[in-house]
């Protein structure tokens, strides 16, 4: 809902960059970056994975 007062109901998110200062912000930043790199990582891993073999069973 718009025209909510800052503070009320905010998420535990909200609060964190709200109230932290700039070096926590980039550390949390910095780690979700990580995670996000490290998954997607993961993704095309198992996308290639299954790409070979899907080639790997197709007659010849």
Known sequence: ???KA???N???LSTFFRSSSDT???TAYIAAAER???SQR???E???HIRELSLSV???
């Open 36 to 38: 996000a790199i490290e």
């Open 24 to 26: 926590a912000k980039r």
């Open 58 to 60: 197709q007659p010849v």
């Open 6 to 8: 800052l503070g009320r």
């Open 10 to 12: 905010s998420s535990p």
């Open 42 to 44: 993961k993704v095309l």
């Open 1 to 3: 809902m718009k025209g």
């Open 46 to 48: 198992e996308a290639k």
